[in-house]
């Protein structure tokens, strides 16, 4: 296994400590930012001696970022391990994800606006604030992933 140079430790680290500060475990964070860096993946003892922890705690993480589509599984040929890699389009899946818990919370205020008393105007207003903040993200939110979806589909050629 070959040292990575310093700026790509560098960026792990600041990765883990970006994805923590979103709610993911720092170590799958640091994790993902190593895959980011591998051409070719690594399996779960490659991956932890890499990033100096257990594999319990890589096999923890590589399973909660297979959940969220940031990461795959795949077999090599010839070998009995398997080995995880970016997944192909990760920020689909995520932004998937962010839009549906955006569609719930939209939901729970929507709810909310239609069943207040009409005593209570303000805090309808405040509510009507907060559903036209959702509605807009979550219409920003599908034409980005229409977009990554349309530059990704398989056949198309891209443009230099």
Aim: proline share 4%; no cysteine.
């Amino acid at each position: 296994m070959r040292r990575l140079p310093p700026i790509a430790e560098r960026f792990i680290e600041d990765f883990g400590l970006s994805l923590a500060s979103q709610g993911l475990p720092r170590t799958a964070g640091r994790l993902l930012g190593l895959i980011l860096m591998l051409d070719d993946g690594g399996d779960l003892e490659s991956l932890a001696a890499q990033l100096r922890v257990s594999r319990a705690s890589i096999s923890t993480n590589t399973r909660l970022l297979e959940s969220i589509g940031a990461i795959e599984r795949h077999s090599v040929p010839g070998r009995r391990r398997m080995v995880y890699r970016s997944a192909r389009t990760p920020q689909n899946r995520a932004m998937e994800a962010m839009g549906l818990r955006m569609r719930r919370t939209l939901d729970v205020v929507l709810e909310a606006r239609r069943d207040l008393p009409r005593e209570m105007r303000g805090a309808k207003a405040r509510l009507k604030r907060v559903q036209d903040y959702y509605e807009k993200t979550i219409a920003a939110t599908d034409a980005v992933l229409k977009e990554l979806e349309r530059k990704s589909a398989p056949g198309r050629k891209r443009r230099r």
